[in-house]
């Protein structure tokens, strides 16, 4: 199924290519050669997942998108002090390409002006290779793959770029630059010559957003505190003059590039990238501006809104068939189970859904095999619901319904809430309990795929596992032993302080198991099913412990007494033998069913 934030994309692209304002950069002559007509947007989540459209993978040059990448290198290799003496982290309010040099001490006003990032290249300590190549293999380990140099941008921004040679001598003059300045001005032009995609450039704001870590490689390229600082200094002075506005309009710390890209991050969340050389007054893609508006606006990426960190919102999922409900049912009942259940999967979700929680759920649910109809999202670990996520999941309930695949919810305190759907679509069906919808797909289950026997509501007794090995008489005698019981819809079966009576056999209808949980709610946990037995614990005594079982509608069963079972001790004690095998081996049976589950989830 195609993802909806793909979708979403599309037609956020579709729409941007309608706005043919701005030019590309002319005064890099290089640059000005460039298509206005190119236009990428990817989207990178915080674990390394992409989203792109468009010219995502066309090559361009990466400008002053290196700025704060330079900065954090060299916060790595010299610490806070030492480049705090050399460079400040202020607001200029002028743009990138001003002097705004600090009156007396020749600092310039923060690192995302070429002046501080002509500095910054300064501070990255060369190595053995030279400082150019260390700084190219930095950026590659941000990209995830080798990033090589533009020689024609570069010779270009070489040939033009007095003023940046200017700046180098200026801050010589003040003792910020402690050497000759043109290899490192040099170094800043190769640096902004590195050739990236829309796509490369994701996978390095989603490092950002992963506080440090390559979410592909799994590399930790910087440190939490780094990573901090280097996305303040980008959310007040990444946008240059238009800082402010960026800031209070779209909430993401961001740089811009000449070169026709922006970067934007939502820490724990997402790294944005968007690619389109025409740019405004203030030197940024007006595309991509408006891009990242969009973004922040329909997906609620600002940061203080989203302020919390937003992980994979999936706890563990399962199909049916790996875990099933855990109501008693007849061995050709879990046959069937055992075939089809693949085609019902669960999902538990936990902590706050916001849009990259929600993205996982979107993105898991997005790349299932078409062969799976039902879809369970259990919301009772999830906090808090974003609207962003509301709309999310809406477009996911739409789009499997479109496929004739089914959205089911669990959602007893309504967290999700109305979700706005097309007036032509079913709402979702909601379950009071995990328990309750994995049942309901096996019900849809065994509709479908239960015509190997008669029914699923109607069993035969002899056929149930209680006669297994029995030849026919010792099967009749055991009959004969046996008696009906009837129960009305509602009616006790079991108080919670009773003890089991004997052993049951559900001919039809259905038994459910109730119990208080430690807040007073009433909690179901189990049901039996035709062709299933309940109440074994009476061969030792046992009592319900607090558990209360109830008939759903008619019930049929067949009991066979613990007193009929002593007594059978006595009178047949080969037939006694046979009847405690096959009990034990249900109950056995019972509990590794149980225990496969329990790992299932825990393996999830």
């Known amino acids: 199924m195609k993802s909806p934030i793909l979708s979403y994309l599309e037609y956020l692209h579709a729409e941007g290519k309608q706005n043919t304002a701005g030019a590309p950069a002319a005064y890099i002559p290089e640059l000005g050669r460039v298509s206005p007509e190119l236009f990428g947007i990817s989207l990178a989540t915080a674990d390394g997942y992409t989203y792109e459209v468009g010219d995502a993978r066309h090559p361009f040059t990466i400008q002053s998108i290196s700025k704060p990448f330079s900065y954090g290198i060299a916060l790595m290799d010299q610490g806070f002090d030492a480049v705090d003496r050399k460079v400040d982290v202020e607001p200029s309010g002028e743009a990138f390409n001003e002097i705004s040099l600090t009156a007396g001490s020749g600092r310039p006003r923060n690192p995302m002006i070429n002046a501080g990032a002509i500095v910054s290249t300064s501070l990255v300590l060369p190595e053995a290779a030279g400082r150019y190549e260390r700084i190219r293999a930095a950026y590659s380990g941000f990209a995830g793959r080798d990033l090589s140099l533009s020689q024609e941008v570069f010779e270009s921004e070489q040939s033009s770029g007095y003023r940046n040679l200017a700046l180098g001598y200026l801050l010589r003059s003040f003792g910020i630059i402690e050497e000759d300045p043109s290899p490192i001005v040099e170094d800043y032009f190769k640096q902004c010559s590195l050739e990236v995609t829309c796509h490369d450039l994701s996978i390095m704001a989603a490092t950002l957003a992963n506080n440090g870590v390559n979410p592909i490689s799994g590399e930790r390229l910087l440190t939490d505190d ?333 009991f066979l007494p613990a007193t009929a079972i002593a007594a059978l001790e006595e009178m047949n004690k080969d037939l006694a033998i046979k009847l405690w095998r096959a009990l034990t081996r249900g109950g056995y049976e019972s509990l590794d069913r149980r225990l496969q589950e329990v790992a299932v989830r825990l393996g999830n």
Not at 308 to 317: D, H, K, L, N, P
Not at 322 to 332: A, C, I
Not at 420 to 429: C, K, M, S, T, V
């Open 226 to 558: 780094v990573v901090e600082r280097v996305l303040s200094v980008m959310g007040t002075s990444g946008m240059y003059d238009g800082a402010g506005n960026w800031i209070t309009h779209v909430g993401m710390p961001a740089k811009s590039g000449v070169g026709g890209g922006i970067i934007a991050v939502l820490p724990g969340q997402i790294g944005v990238a968007v690619f389109s050389p025409p740019l405004d007054e203030h030197g940024n893609s007006v595309r991509g501006v408006e891009v990242c508006r969009r973004l922040s606006q329909d997906l609620q990426m600002h940061f203080v809104r989203a302020g919390r960190t937003g992980r994979s919102a999936v706890r563990c999922s399962y199909s049916v068939a790996d875990s099933p409900s855990g109501s008693r049912r007849s061995e050709e009942s879990r046959a069937v189970f055992n075939q089809h259940g693949g085609i019902a999967r669960v999902y538990e979700l936990a902590g706050d859904l916001l849009f990259s929680g929600a993205e996982s759920v979107v993105r898991a649910v997005s790349d299932l095999e078409a062969e799976v109809r039902y879809v369970v999202l259990d919301l009772l670990r999830v906090d808090e619901v974003s609207e962003v996520a509301k709309k999310m999941i809406a477009e996911l309930h739409s789009r499997l319904a479109l496929e004739d695949r089914e959205l089911l919810l669990v959602d007893p305190e309504g967290k999700l809430g109305d979700v706005d759907l097309p007036p032509e679509l079913p709402g979702a069906r909601v379950f009071g309990s995990r328990q309750d919808a994995i049942e309901w797909c096996e019900a849809k289950i065994l509709t479908a795929f239960g015509t190997s026997f008669e029914s699923p509501e109607h069993a035969r007794i002899f056929e149930s596992s209680l006669f297994e090995g029995l030849d026919h008489a010792d099967a009749l005698d055991l009959r004969s032993m046996m008696l009906e019981r009837v129960f009305d819809d509602g009616e006790r079966v079991l108080g919670p302080d009773e003890s089991f009576p004997g052993v049951f056999f559900v001919v039809q209808g259905q038994v459910i198991s109730s119990g208080t949980a430690s807040n007073g709610r009433r909690l179901r946990l189990t049901s039996v099913n035709p062709g299933a037995t309940f109440g074994e614990s009476a061969l030792i005594g046992a009592r319900a412990g607090g558990v209360e079982l109830t008939a759903v509608g008619r019930l049929e069963t067949l």
